[in-house]
């Protein structure tokens, strides 16, 4: 079975900078997109940022400028740079990716999610 494994997150002062990353397991046999989305209390759950396989990203435009999304193919692993922090980016923070699996086919996976948390 696929696992997604988060690290990086935690309390960060405005203006501080953060970075998320996320590794895959388990069965892979290819990973096409990998993104991040975040939740806050009481809101949806939000895209944030995504990367293809080649390497073209697509960020959601409160963090335009702030984040940067990458990833290393061969350690399936993505990442989220996060800078420049603001209270607002207070979420859990998900990774996600569709891949294919030797034992379920192509699906969507998702991470545990960990806690960014900006203090002002």
């Known amino acids: 079975q696929v696992q997604l494994v988060e690290s990086g997150g935690g309390l960060v002062q405005a203006g501080g900078s953060l970075r998320l990353s996320c590794a895959a397991s388990g069965g892979i046999f290819s990973i096409d997109a990998m993104g991040w989305y975040r939740q806050a209390p009481g809101e949806q759950r939000e895209l944030v940022a995504a990367?293809?396989?080649?390497?073209?990203?697509n960020y959601a435009d409160s963090v335009k400028g702030r984040y940067t999304i990458s990833r290393d193919n061969p350690k399936n692993t993505v990442y989220l740079q996060m800078n420049s922090l603001k209270p607002e980016d207070t979420a859990v923070y998900y990774c996600n990716c569709n891949a294919t699996s030797l034992y379920s086919g192509y699906r969507t996976y998702w991470g545990q999610g960990t806690q960014v948390t900006v203090s002002s």
């Open positions: 990367i293809t396989r080649g390497g073209t990203p």
